[in-house]
């Protein structure tokens, strides 16, 4: 059993120092015109470096480009698509924080983008770097449909469907060896799992050898974990923050492949405690006993809720318990 640290997905995209707060800078005056796209990108590679950099440094594995030259889940790649404005903002779940939300004005075209992202990030990582995508439901359920050519919610995941799709099949050519596709929507509308079931069968049809993982947050999953189960992907990725009882349900229900374990709170600033460990070595031992070779332990969400000095000493708790788990590493 091989256990790899993880980041989960975004970074936070300022600091404590004045250096490390020149991406908020440079987004301000950009949107003065004091500042070029060019001169932003420049700025948000550089600063991205940056945290790739702490990442790897913290211990982990896996990296991220931590994201953080985007506004928000949802804008950064629905505003790249033809047929898309972008409206008001809109609170994201029950963080402090607010996606701006897409409006979707005519038939969706086009690309989101990320492939060039990636990578660039793979150039200046000293690790393998995972890229992140938004999920079809999760984008269509925060959109605003301004057009008769989707009916509904379905229609228009499905539309998105073939454009997350035309992306992994880029990152497979690009080199990605797996991306995560981000649908904590799911959690709070379980009754489309097999709505999301069939966009990721759409999503994940072209994708070759490119391994993709599903992850949900931001509620329990533990009554749906049997369907995510079934679900069309090679990894599933799990915050264990909102379900006590998930753990048990993983070691009586087992996994035919890979898991990727928010174990460590990615909202809370308190570092966790030993007992993660102890959840990694059941898990383990589970996934052991049906021939999975790989567990992924990562935090729960996104790192961006936490102030950056406290990101980084997240990471570093992890990778603290995953060297004292005892059922990996042989």
């Known amino acids: 059993m091989r ?10 995209r300022v600091g404590e120092t004045p250096e490390s707060q020149r991406l908020r800078r440079a987004y301000a005056r950009r949107e003065t015109g004091d500042v070029s796209t060019e001169g932003y990108v420049e700025t948000a590679r550089d ?24 506004y928000d889940l949802i804008s950064h790649p629905a505003s790249r698509l033809d047929g898309v404005g ?60 301004r057009t008769d050519h989707y009916s509904d919610v379905a229609a228009l995941t499905m539309a998105l469907a073939e454009l997350v799709g035309d992306e992994l099949h880029e990152l497979g050519r690009a080199g990605a060896t797996l991306a995560q596709i981000d649908e904590p929507e799911l959690l709070r509308h379980p009754e489309d799992a097999a709505l999301v079931n069939k966009a990721l069968q759409v999503a994940t049809d072209r994708k070759g050898p490119l391994r993709v993982s599903l992850a949900t ?21 799990l915050d264990l923050q909102y379900g006590p009882g998930l753990v048990a349900e993983i070691e ?21 405690g030993t007992s993660v ?7 383990a031992e589970a996934l052991d006993s049906r021939g999975v070779e790989e567990l992924h332990l990562q935090p729960s969400c996104s790192l961006e809720y936490l102030p950056r000095d406290r990101a980084r000493r997240k990471l ?9 788990v005892t059922k990996v590493g042989a």
Not at 3 to 12: G, K
Not at 47 to 70: K, P
Not at 219 to 237: K, Q
Not at 277 to 283: F, K, L, Q, S
Request: charged fraction near 20%; charge should be negative.
């Open 3 to 12: 256990l790899i640290c993880a980041n989960h997905s975004a970074y936070p």
């Open 316 to 324: 570093v708790r992890m990778r603290e318990i995953a060297e004292s």
């Open 47 to 70: 600063y991205a470096a940056e945290v790739i950099a702490e990442q790897a440094e913290a211990g982990c594995d896996l990296v991220t480009d931590g994201q953080v030259h985007w």
């Open 252 to 272: 009586r229900q087992g996994s035919d492949r890979p898991l990727a374990l928010g174990a460590v709170d990615g909202r809370n600033t308190a570092l966790d």
């Open 277 to 283: 460990a102890g959840i990694v070595d059941r898990v």
């Open 86 to 145: 972008i409206n008001g903002l809109l609170r994201f779940f029950d963080t402090n924080t607010y996606i701006r939300q897409p409006e979707i004005l005519g038939p969706l075209s086009g690309r989101f983008d990320l492939t060039a992202d990636y990578t660039w990030a793979t150039t200046v990582s000293s690790r393998p770097v995972k890229p992140v995508l938004t999920g079809p439901y999760t984008l269509a359920r925060y959109s605003i449909v």
């Open 217 to 237: 947050y931001f509620g329990d999953a533990t009554d749906l974990y049997r369907t995510l189960l079934d679900m069309p992907v090679d990894m599933l990725a």
